[in-house]
């Protein structure tokens, strides 16, 4: 099990079972949402995740067509995605654990689109933009659908 929350400690939730593998993704969209250089996102079906405080403090902003941001509306933290096409998929924001995980990143993406000022120094596969689906399934993402 893992447990997570928001910086203020508002919302707080538990994951049951083991999360998806993961990728940085270097996006402009993940950066602004995440605040950092990049965006560390991994899948769970939302029957495993259960929010045990704060749904109040929940709030959405689609960011682009069909792609829903959930986060604390009272300190901001990123908590989750989705996709309206794939609902019952959440693409959990890593940072939000505060449980330890010991997973290793599978892969960067988008890595053509990554702040100048960032080195991108890991071993992990580096993508100019989706990983291919054999290094990384990313479940819940557009990834595999017809850009727009």
Same mark, same amino acid.
């Given at each position: 099990?893992?447990?997570?929350?928001?910086?203020?400690?508002? #919302?707080?939730?538990?994951?049951?079972?083991?999360?998806?593998?993961?990728?940085?993704?270097?996006?402009?969209?993940?950066?602004? %949402?995440?605040?950092? !250089?990049?965006? !560390?996102?991994?899948? #769970?079906?939302?029957?495993?995740?259960?929010?045990?405080?704060?749904?109040?403090?929940?709030?959405?902003?689609?960011?682009?067509?069909?792609?829903?941001?959930?986060?604390?509306?009272?300190?901001?933290?990123?908590?989750? %995605?989705?996709?309206?096409?794939?609902?019952?998929? @959440?693409?959990?924001? @890593?940072?939000? @654990?505060?449980?330890?995980?010991?997973?290793?990143?599978?892969?960067?993406?988008? #890595?053509?689109?990554?702040?100048?000022?960032?080195?991108?120094?890991?071993?992990?596969?580096?993508?100019?933009?989706?990983?291919?689906? !054999? #290094? @990384?399934?990313?479940?819940?993402?557009?990834?595999?659908?017809?850009?727009?």
């Amino acid at each position: 099990m893992f447990k997570g929350s928001c910086l203020c400690g508002d #919302v707080r939730y538990e994951v049951r079972g083991e999360l998806g593998d993961f990728g940085y993704c270097h996006c402009t969209s993940c950066r602004k %949402a995440s605040g950092s !250089a990049f965006g !560390a996102n991994s899948p #769970v079906d939302r029957e495993r995740f259960t929010l045990l405080s704060g749904e109040a403090s929940l709030r959405e902003l689609e960011s682009s067509p069909g792609k829903l941001r959930v986060f604390c509306s009272r300190c901001g933290s990123p908590l989750y %995605a989705y996709l309206r096409s794939t609902p019952d998929i @959440l693409r959990l924001r @890593l940072g939000s @654990l505060d449980t330890p995980f010991d997973k290793r990143v599978k892969a960067h993406t988008f #890595v053509s689109d990554k702040a100048s000022w960032e080195n991108v120094p890991d071993d992990a596969p580096h993508f100019a933009t989706w990983a291919d689906p !054999a #290094v @990384l399934r990313q479940l819940g993402s557009k990834q595999g659908e017809p850009e727009q």
